[in-house]
């Protein structure tokens, strides 16, 4: 089973729309979580950590459940520049690897 | 600020040759990671180093070595390169061992035929 696990769309939304990705970990000592965003043939940029209580940043925001195993990003009013691959990523609370999922893939239509 | 450097940025490669693939970061920071992004697979961690002095495979580490020349370069070699090592390759930092975020290089396209 693979560490971290997202749908990899592609979504494809209209321009003010919300949108939600979910991500799954498989490895109950996670410790630390993220969203990174990947714009084409660029390198991954950090998007936002994911606390436990949640947290939001803008229009997104982050959610972890420790009891499923999974985070979650919600965009709203979605931007024609939001359009990118959304990658998730997780840490251990041992050792010093990140595990990252393949990604979900964004495009926000005008 | 440039953050993490990585050169080169594109290279075509005969199977066989070897090549170095270099990175630098100007934010101090202690641990160093070297990724592959192949489509539909994600990055995979090839080897990372925790401290100066320290390095450890990741996941993917077979035809590939690394050096951590001092604290702020960390390269990645490919001794004997072959076609499967075509790839985008990526070099992270971040501060240290714990909950913080890494900071990508730009990456580098390599070809191998």
């Known amino acids: 089973r693979k560490e971290v696990e997202q749908d990899p769309g592609p979504f494809n939304v209209p321009e003010g729309a919300t949108v939600a990705f979910n991500c799954t970990y498989s490895?109950?000592?996670?410790?630390?979580f993220f969203w990174y965003r990947q714009d084409c043939r660029k390198e991954p940029k950090l998007l936002m950590s994911?606390?436990?209580s949640g947290n939001e940043d803008g229009r997104f925001t982050a959610q972890l459940n420790r009891a499923s195993q999974y985070i979650s990003l919600l965009i709203r009013d979605s931007k024609l520049s939001d359009s990118a691959t959304y990658l998730c990523?997780?840490?251990?609370?041992?050792?010093?690897?990140?595990?990252f999922g393949t990604g979900t893939s964004l495009t926000v239509i005008p | 600020n440039a953050g993490v450097t990585q050169t080169p940025k594109f290279q075509v490669l005969k199977t066989g040759q070897s090549m170095t693939l270099q990175c630098a970061q100007d934010?101090?920071?202690?641990?160093m990671y070297w990724y592959r992004q192949d489509p539909g697979m994600g990055l995979r961690l090839i080897y990372y180093?925790?401290?100066?002095?320290?390095?450890d495979k990741g996941e993917v580490p077979n035809g590939y070595n690394v050096s951590r020349l001092n604290k702020r370069e960390f390269s990645l070699r490919l001794e004997s390169a072959a076609p499967s090592q075509t790839s985008v390759y990526f070099c992270?930092?971040?501060?240290?061992?714990?909950?913080?975020?890494?900071?990508f290089g730009d990456g580098t396209r390599l070809s191998i035929l």
């Open positions: 992270a930092s971040k501060p240290g061992q714990g909950a913080q975020p890494q900071h």
């Open positions: 490895n109950s000592a996670s410790q630390s």
């Open positions: 994911v606390y436990s």
């Open positions: 990523v997780v840490r251990r609370d041992t050792g010093n690897q990140f595990y």
């Open positions: 934010m101090n920071h202690n641990s």
């Open positions: 180093s925790a401290s100066e002095g320290t390095t």
